[in-house]
């Protein structure tokens, strides 16, 4: 099983910038699927940013242009570039990975998530 650590968040203001990082141990996939989640009070969790182990990114329409998905293999680790935060991108954010056994971005962006970290909350305030 995979653990996944999330850490990197706060309470900024509106415009600001954060980086969140999620180190994975245990057991990795070779062919995988990351992802960043988040949920809002009230709120359905929603896909944010995913990336394959060839590098391959989506991102949300809500987010694209502001946010940047990455990782650190060396490292075993995933990062969430958040730049421009507004109100709206306040939640609890959640990183996520599955094995990835055919396709790309478009088939992590669909598929269900096996292993979660225990999440990292974000405070955009205006």
């Known amino acids: 099983q995979v653990q996944l650590v999330e850490s990197g968040g706060g309470s900024v203001q509106s415009g600001g910038s954060l980086r969140l990082s999620c180190v994975a141990s245990?057991?990795?996939?070779?062919?995988?699927?990351m992802a960043w989640f988040r949920q809002a009070p009230g709120k359905e969790r929603e896909a944010v940013a995913v990336?394959?182990?060839?590098?391959?990114?989506w991102y949300a329409d809500s987010v694209k242009g502001r946010f940047t998905i990455s990782q650190d293999n060396a490292k075993n680790t995933l990062y969430l570039l958040l730049n421009s935060l507004k109100p709206e991108d306040t939640a609890m954010y959640y990183c996520a990975t599955t094995p990835r056994p055919y396709g790309g971005s478009a088939w992590c962006r669909e598929t269900n998530y096996n292993d979660w970290g225990q999440g990292t909350q974000v405070t955009v305030s205006s």
């Open positions: 245990g057991y990795t996939y070779s062919d995988y699927c």
């Open positions: 990336i394959t182990d060839f590098g391959s990114t």
